[in-house]
C-alpha cells in the first residue's frame, strides 16, 4: 500500500507564492509517477504539472513558466512551487502516485488565492 499525504496550501495575495509538498510512503518503487492535480468545487480534476522518476517533466499550459515541479528521492517528496499566484489558482490540490498499473491520491491541500 501506498500512502500520500500533501501540505503546503494556505492563503496567499495575488501575486504570491506557495511551495506544496507531497510526501509518499509504504512500498515505492523506483519505478513510478506523481503528478499534481487541482479541483474546483463542482468541477473536474485538471493536471497541474507531472514528473517521472527520471525526472523528466511536464505542465498544463496555463501554468507553464509559474509552477515547477520537482522530486526528492531520499526524502519520498515532490514538490509544486508555485509563483506568481493568481486567483484563478484557488483550488484544492490533490497529488497522485503512479506505480505498477496502480495509483494513489493524497487527502488534498487547499490552495486561496485572494486578497
Known amino acids: 500500500q501506498v500512502q500520500l499525504v500533501e501540505s503546503g496550501g494556505g492563503l496567499v495575495q495575488p501575486g504570491g507564492s506557495l511551495r506544496l509538498s507531497c510526501v509518499a510512503s509504504g512500498s515505492i518503487m523506483s519505478n513510478q509517477f506523481v503528478a499534481w492535480y487541482r479541483q474546483a468545487p463542482g468541477k473536474q480534476r485538471d493536471l497541474v504539472a507531472a514528473i517521472t522518476s527520471g525526472g523528466r517533466r511536464d505542465y498544463a499550459d496555463s501554468v507553464k513558466g509559474r509552477f515547477t515541479i520537482t522530486r526528492d528521492n531520499a526524502k519520498s517528496t515532490v514538490y509544486l512551487k508555485m509563483n506568481s499566484l493568481n486567483p484563478e489558482d484557488t483550488d484544492d490540490y490533490y497529488c497522485?502516485?503512479?506505480?505498477?498499473?496502480?495509483?494513489?491520491w493524497g487527502q488534498g491541500t487547499q490552495v486561496t488565492v485572494s486578497s
Open positions: 497522485r502516485l503512479f506505480m505498477e498499473g496502480s495509483a494513489w
